[in-house]
């Protein structure tokens, strides 16, 4: 069993810093090199964990000199105080010398109580051990964050090295990667509906694992045989990946319409809009797609196209990422783990590091592979509208693999890439990326917390709170200048603002509330942009 010691610290108004452990074991001082020295030997051959990383390590940081706290928030990896290396990931590691420290708090999620005892510290680390090992990621070395056990994990090792990357397409093709990275990046994030639905009127869908599900059924690259077409023949269209570059024209008057998974530009932001689109870089399958649907027809230019060399062709996510799905039923911590390490991996396509020498692809850098994922994904949520016919007035938001529904449609959930109906509550739809609900709270405002400033002045256009926040290390330098206010907790201001609402949206509204009484006794639909 992996040893584990938690750890908590205080400061007084005179400057004193107290840590203790889990062990016993404590330190007071003012002083930053014996400081140090207890962080670096107070504990043997065990993982170090604390709740609120940040918060710890703030008193600590606040007895450093400016200019080591300046290479600090640099990332130096060659600085060294008093004979101890630092090294300080914010949120996630702070190392002296070989002892390394881990907040373990975004492990919980929604879990947001401030400063649980040692012994509740402890018990979660210890926790979380064990579910790791469930997974299959037993003796975790290290807890920065779930990806990094996996990829320090032998499992994670072999799915690291088995994985196709961009490289492996052949020289002559590389130019599909440039395609595919210019497809990449349209995430499916509108509102059709502004205005408040009440518990009841409002019904909430997920599609299970969406990116896993996309992710397992994609062909090993090295499988494929590769060519550029210039017309869209049959060869083309059955091949088993594809990436065109063209032109849409999207019928408005289409029966759904409204569902098009078509991603494109809408003034300075990304919609859904209809008619003519300009030229882009689009999937194979939302092609088809949008052909069988009768939502459009589309134009290519050119593209590049792939089909199975041999007779057998390798998936090469389908078990990380079936494994990962069934470990979600071990344990809830189980479970966010594991969706936390099937995201990450996808996420891992698009990775591009700092390195010695600039920036640099991450290790599994696949554009090909990341566009098809997110594309497919878009592509599911219209299958999934279309195939329950709702109508332009039902859908109310799509939020990239969910939707919100005025329709309550009867439900089993049966895998990955299955749909799942999470009931109803309480909504206020704005825009894009605020929409507030009980599990949500967009800019650190909740449904709540709205619902509260209206109640007290219905006819404000502007609804503001403040909220807390600890000041960070690179916070501290950049936005303050004073980089020994690290670790202060500051108050700052976060609001909604009715007069500017038209600017955040996608789509067109005839009308928009002006008043925050407005705003939650309305229901305003939108329709798309035509463009020409």
Known sequence: MTAVTAYESFANSDGLVGIRNSAGKWRKSSDAGGLLHYLRYSSGESIRVVWDLDGFIAPVLRCLPEDVLERLSKFDGELTFQTHELYYLPGRMFRVGKARFYGIRDYWGALTDERPSLDVVRARAVELIDALGKIGLPEPRKLTSAIAVFEDSDWGKAVYESLPKGFDLPEDCLE???????????????NHYVGRF???EIFDYDMVAAYGSVAATLPDLRDLNYWKATKLGDRERAAVLGIVKGKFTLDPDAEYAHCSPIIGMVGELPGNPLGKLPTDCYTLSQVKFVEDYGLGTFKMKDGWFAEPSGDTVRYPLREVMVQLYESRAI???AGKVAKSI????????IETRVGRDGMVYG????DLFHATITSQARIEVARFLIEHEVKADE???????????TRDIPLESNGMGSWVNKGSCATVILSPYKVYSAD????????ADLACMVTEHPQAQRYSKTVKHRLTLVQAIRNYEDITRVGEWMETPTSVDLITLDTEQNRQYADLPSTGLGLLSG??????????
């Open 176 to 190: 599909m990667l440039e395609y595919a990275s210019e497809a990449d990046g349209k995430d499916w994030v509108s």
């Open 198 to 200: 009440a518990e009841g």
């Open 331 to 333: 344990s809830p911590l």
């Open 342 to 349: 099937a995201n990450s991996l996808v996420g891992k396509m």
């Open 363 to 366: 290790p599994l850098r696949n």
């Open 395 to 405: 859908l109310l938001c799509v939020q990239t693999d969910g939707v919100k529904l």
């Open 440 to 447: 949500a709270r967009p800019y650190r405002i909740t449904y």
């Open 523 to 532: 229901q305003y639909q939108s329709v798309p942009h035509v463009l020409g």
